[in-house]
C-alpha cells in the first residue's frame, strides 16, 4: 500500500521484512513488540521521536491502523509507541521581499545599507528552517567543510532537544575543534603513532575522579536524552584530557577509551577509526557502556554551566559549598568566557548554587 498507508506500519514490516507469505510472521511480532517472555507492554516501540506536527499525523494515522491490526488478531499490542518525545524546531533567518514573497536566505547579502537579494532589498525574519520559508542549510555544505560527525554532533549540542533553537553556524567550529582534540590526543598528527601507550599509565587522582564522574553524568544524561550537557561533559574532559597530554606527551589509554566510548553515540565515525587505531578487533558497536568508579562519583564537586548574556560559554567544576565569588572566578578563567569579556564588563552575576552561573556584561 502506497503513500500514507504504507507508512503507518512500517515498524511491524521492518520486525520480518524477508517473509513473503504475511507481513510479519506472528512469532515474530510477538516476540519484538510484546516481548521475548509474553510480556504485557503497552507498545513495543520504546521511544517515538517526532515533532509536534507528526502527533498530529503520522503517530495518530499510526494508532489507528494499529488498532485495527490489534482487533483483527494480526498484532499483539493495543498500541505500537510506548513513549512520545517531542523535539524543538531548528530556526533560521528567513527574508521576504516588501511584497511578502520569501527568498532564498543563502542567497541574501549583506550591504552597509541593508540585505539584498538580486539587487532587492529584503527583511529578516526569524522562523523554522524548513522549504516553505527557503532558510533551509544544506547539509552536505557542513558535511564537505568539516564533515558528518561534527554536523551530527552540534546539532546534538546546539540545545534543549525539546527546546527550539537557533541555527549558529559560528558554533559548529566549537565541536569540529572538540573532534580534532579528541584525535590529537589519541594519534601524533607529526608522526601518526598513538599515543596511549600499551600499558598502563599513571594519571592523576584529579583526571581520574573526571573521567569516572564524567561516565556517571552522561550515563544518566543520555538516558535523559540531554545530548547538549553530555557534550558539555564530554567536552570538559576532553580538555582536562589535553592538558595533561600536554604536560607529560604521552596519553592514559584507559581514559581515552572512555572518552571515544563517550563519544561513539555522538560521532560514530571519528570513534569508531579511533577505536581501531588503538587495537581493537570488535567493533565499537559490541563495547559495553563504561561504568563508573562510584568511589571516584562521590565527590565533593559540581559541575554547572556557564553562560554569558545567556549563552552557553562552558562548564566549571565548583565544589558544592563554593560561593559565588569562587564560582564567578573559575567562570572568567574559561576561555570562552575570557574571550567574551575582553570587550566586555561584568554587569551583574545570576549564580544558582549547584545549579548554574550566568554572567551579565555591558559593553567596555
Same mark, same amino acid.
Given at each position: ?14 520486525? &520480518? ?8 510472521? =506472528? ?20 521511544? $517515538? *521521536?517526532?515533532?509536534? !506536527? ?23 499490542? +493495543? ?37 539584498? #537579494? ?20 544544506? +547539509? &552536505?555544505?557542513? #558535511?564537505?567543510? $568539516? ?6 554532533? $552540534?546539532?546534538?549540542?546546539?540545545? =534543549? ?7 549558529? =553556524? ?5 565541536? #569540529? ?15 601518526? !603513532? ?13 583526571? $581520574? ?39 607529560? !606527551? ?40 563504561? *561504568? ?15 553562560? *554569558? ?25 574559561? !576561555? ?12 551583574? *552575576?545570576?549564580?544558582? =548554587? ?11
Amino acid at each position: 500500500m502506497p503513500q500514507w498507508a504504507g507508512s503507518c506500519w512500517y515498524y511491524l514490516r521492518y520486525l &520480518d521484512p524477508l517473509n513473503d507469505e504475511a507481513f510479519v510472521d =506472528p512469532a515474530v511480532e510477538r516476540f519484538w513488540m510484546a516481548g521475548a517472555g509474553g510480556g504485557d507492554r503497552v507498545g513495543g516501540v520504546d521511544l $517515538y *521521536v517526532g515533532g509536534v !506536527e507528526h502527533a498530529v499525523l503520522h503517530l495518530l494515522y499510526a494508532r489507528f491502523w494499529h488498532k485495527i491490526l490489534f482487533d483483527l488478531g494480526y498484532a499483539s499490542t +493495543p498500541e505500537p509507541f510506548q513513549r512520545l518525545y517531542n523535539q524543538g524546531y531548528i530556526l533560521a533567518d528567513a527574508f521576504t521581499t516588501p511584497a511578502g514573497r520569501y527568498v532564498p536566505a543563502a542567497k541574501v547579502v549583506e550591504a552597509e545599507d541593508g540585505l539584498f #537579494y538580486q539587487g532587492e532589498r529584503v527583511r529578516r525574519h526569524s522562523g523554522k528552517m524548513g522549504k516553505s520559508l527557503k532558510n533551509s542549510v544544506s +547539509p &552536505d555544505e557542513i #558535511y564537505e567543510s $568539516y564533515g558528518a560527525d561534527t554536523l551530527r554532533m $552540534y546539532e546534538m549540542a546546539m540545545g =534543549p532537544l525539546d527546546a527550539d533553537r537557533p541555527w549558529q =553556524p559560528d558554533d559548529i567550529v566549537g565541536v #569540529y575543534r572538540f573532534l580534532q582534540r579528541l584525535w590529537r590526543n589519541v594519534v601524533n598528527e607529526q608522526t601518526g !603513532e598513538l599515543r596511549p601507550a600499551a600499558g598502563p599509565l599513571p594519571v592523576t587522582d584529579e583526571l $581520574y575522579k573526571l573521567a569516572h564522574r564524567t561516565i556517571d553524568d552522561v550515563t544518566r544524561l543520555f538516558g535523559e536524552l540531554r545530548f547538549n550537557v553530555a557534550t558539555a561533559r564530554l567536552t570538559d574532559l576532553n580538555n582536562a584530557l589535553t592538558q595533561f597530554v600536554f604536560r607529560e !606527551e604521552a596519553c592514559p589509554r584507559q581514559i581515552a577509551e572512555y572518552l571515544i566510548l563517550m563519544t561513539f553515540p555522538l560521532a560514530p565515525h571519528v570513534a569508531s577509526e579511533l577505536w581501531q587505531r588503538l587495537g581493537h578487533l570488535d567493533r565499537i558497536d559490541d563495547e559495553a557502556f563504561p *561504568v563508573a568508579d562510584p568511589n571516584a562519583v562521590k565527590e565533593a564537586f559540581v559541575v554547572i554551566p556557564v553562560t *554569558v548574556d545567556g549563552r552557553p560559554r562552558g562548564t566549571i567544576s565548583i565544589v558544592r559549598e563554593a560561593t559565588e565569588a569562587d564560582a564567578v572566578d573559575a567562570g572568567l578563567r574559561l !576561555e570562552a568566557v575570557a574571550k567574551v569579556m575582553e570587550a566586555k564588563q561584568l554587569d551583574r *552575576v545570576v549564580f544558582v =548554587p549547584g545549579k548554574i552561573l550566568n554572567l551579565v556584561t555591558r559593553d567596555a
